[in-house]
């Protein structure tokens, strides 16, 4: 038989052995094998470039009534954590300011262009087929009512109509139709937008930058560098600041003129404030009041929403223009009197 040792004792010369039976039992088992799945990866993946979005859009939030852009930006592969907005104002030769992102935006392509709509007081017929990196939510018509929901989309001459959508249809992948669209938001103008061009959600991840006065009619360098990257490896964007929309006054509404006895035409009209849109409406700190000008070569300044010029000639026209001490006179409202 065989047995195993367990225990060994010496006493004056004598061992003791303590053992057990080395029985084939104690050496079985019932345990059932397992499949280990193959270890994951935890390698990250490609950082990629920085997709920079400059938006020169009207002022979205109280607080930044202020000259400047809202940037967005977002990674071209699954490795971006982030990265770094660079602002030039010698052509890259030195940097002039920079901007850490943290968060990404959602920035697609149109699929489909749009057409040039009249206004954007009611729904759009049209709808927008986008390619976007995440999928937008639909949402009610009283949510679409309190401006959620809002897109910039870019046109061919580089400027950008603000719309909103309420309706969000997947296509696979991601490729969605937007629909419900109401355009022409923020007294951007509802224009054909074309196929291919640049879509941005507005949202949080939007940062404002705000810049100097003097850039105003200069052209600025701007590039995004993705967190880890040689910044030489990424080229300078030159972008013109001939129009910053977000001290542009909007055009008034309601433009009136009206001739008495006397040749006198008095003009009246309804003033547009920029912010608090249209829940509670009012002007920006950097309004000055409002520009009268006839076809004849007159002008008049005024903080009023009306006034009277005497001896007006026959035929003559008259346009109306909010003022903005940084931008002028902003987009003019024509009548001719009667």
């Known amino acids: 038989m065989r047995i195993r040792v367990v225990q060994v004792e010496e006493?004056?010369?004598?061992?003791?052995?303590?053992?057990?039976?080395?029985?084939?039992?104690?050496?079985?088992?019932e345990a059932a094998g397992v499949v280990v799945p193959p270890p994951i990866s935890t390698t990250p993946g490609l950082v990629g470039d920085t997709i920079v979005a400059v938006l020169n859009i009207p002022i979205l939030r109280d607080q930044d009534d202020e000259l400047g852009?809202?940037?967005?930006?977002?990674?071209?592969?699954?490795?971006?954590?982030g990265g770094q907005l660079q602002l030039s104002t010698d052509g890259g030769a030195t940097i002039s300011a920079a901007l850490?992102?943290?968060?990404?935006?959602?920035?697609?392509?149109?699929?489909?262009?749009?057409?040039?709509?009249?206004?954007?007081?009611?729904?759009?017929?049209?709808?927008?087929?986008?390619?976007?990196?995440?999928?937008?939510e639909s949402i009610s018509m009283d949510t679409l009512l309190r401006y959620s929901n809002r897109a910039a989309v870019q046109r061919a001459d580089g400027?950008?109509?603000?719309?909103?959508y309420q309706a969000v249809t997947p296509l696979g992948g991601?490729?969605?139709?937007?629909?419900?669209?109401?355009?022409?938001?923020?007294?951007?103008?509802?224009?054909?937008?074309?196929?291919?061009?640049?879509?941005?959600?507005?949202?949080?991840?939007?940062?404002?930058?705000?810049?100097?006065?003097?850039?105003?009619g200069t052209t600025l360098s701007v590039r995004g560098i993705s967190a880890g990257q040689d910044e030489d490896d990424v080229a300078w964007v030159p972008l013109s600041l001939d129009k910053p929309a977000s001290q542009q006054e909007?055009?008034?509404?309601?433009?009136?003129?009206?001739?008495d006895g006397s040749d006198a035409v008095?003009?009246?009209?309804?003033?547009?404030?920029?912010?608090?849109?249209?829940?509670?409406?009012?002007?920006?700190k950097y309004f000055t009041g409002y520009r009268v000008s006839y076809s004849d070569g007159f002008t008049a300044d005024t903080t009023e929403t009306?006034?009277?010029?005497?001896?007006?000639?026959?035929?003559?026209?008259?346009q109306v223009a909010a003022i903005n001490s940084i931008t002028g006179p902003g987009p003019a409202s024509e009548a001719t009197p009667t």
């Open 306 to 318: 009306s006034h009277t010029r005497a001896s007006v000639p026959a035929g003559a026209t008259v």
């Open 69 to 81: 852009w809202y940037v967005g930006a977002r990674g071209t592969e699954a490795g971006w954590r």
């Open 11 to 29: 006493d004056s010369g004598v061992l003791e052995f303590e053992a057990c039976d080395d029985a084939p039992w104690a050496y079985d088992s």
């Open 100 to 136: 850490d992102i943290a968060g990404p935006s959602v920035i697609g392509t149109t699929l489909t262009p749009l057409a040039t709509e009249i206004g954007g007081e009611y729904l759009s017929r049209q709808a927008l087929q986008v390619n976007l990196p995440e999928q937008p």
């Open 266 to 284: 008095t003009v009246s009209w309804i003033g547009r404030a920029r912010l608090g849109v249209e829940n509670a409406p009012r002007q920006s």
């Open 174 to 216: 991601t490729l969605y139709a937007l629909s419900g669209l109401i355009r022409g938001r923020y007294a951007t103008a509802p224009a054909a937008i074309p196929a291919g061009a640049a879509v941005v959600l507005i949202d949080d991840s939007l940062t404002f930058v705000q810049l100097q006065q003097w850039m105003v």
């Open 159 to 164: 400027s950008w109509e603000i719309l909103q």
């Open 250 to 259: 909007w055009p008034v509404h309601h433009v009136r003129a009206e001739r």
